[in-house]
């Protein structure tokens, strides 16, 4: 079945949120749903009026997203000022592994392309997210150890990778 990428809608927040979360803890990045950083990227309608979330669709069935945003932007934490930054690119759990998250970042890297003044795209990720790590680097993503960073008030150790385009 074929795999639809589109910026996400109003009647989606709640199943990118849902989604969110759910890959979140099953890839055992938190213990517990009532985690603050959860909650707060759980919310995907405020997310969707600070940044561009997109989603990727199969069969109608939403089940992936990502969130877009460039240097200056609330959602941005890496990007400089000539690059669009993502975060939170998760996978619907019951069905990671089938190509949903690749393809998600490989129209990224195309709508990059696209934008005037933007030659990276850049991210963070867990320190310990080795399917991520994965991922990034089979697409060519090099990686940026003198950006990576801390988030304020916790233990959490990100890593930074960029892809000039």
């Known amino acids: 079945m074929s795999l639809t990428i589109r910026p996400a809608r109003d009647g989606d927040y709640d199943t990118i949120g849902r989604i969110t979360v759910e890959a979140y803890l099953h890839g055992g990045y938190f ?5 603050p950083y959860l909650l707060q990227i759980r919310d ?9 979330i997109w989603v990727a669709e199969r069969g109608n069935r939403i089940i992936a997203s990502v969130t877009l945003a460039k240097a200056g932007e609330r959602y941005a934490e890496v990007a400089y000022e000539d690059e669009l930054e993502f975060r939170m ?3 619907d ?4 592994r089938s190509g949903a998250g690749r393809a998600l970042v490989e129209a990224i890297l195309g709508h990059a392309r696209g934008l005037e003044g933007v030659n990276a795209v ?3 990720t867990g320190k310990t997210w ?3 790590h994965a991922l990034y680097r089979a697409l060519n993503f090099t990686r940026v150890p003198e950006r990576d960073w801390n988030v304020p008030g916790t233990s959490i150790e990100l890593v930074v990778y960029r892809y000039a385009v």
């Open 130 to 132: 080795e399917s991520a």
């Open 93 to 96: 759990p019951e069905v990671q």
């Open 44 to 52: 995907a309608a405020h997310r969707a009026e600070h940044a561009l």
């Open 122 to 124: 850049s991210l963070s």
């Open 31 to 35: 213990e517990t749903a009532d985690h």
């Open 89 to 91: 690119l998760v996978v």
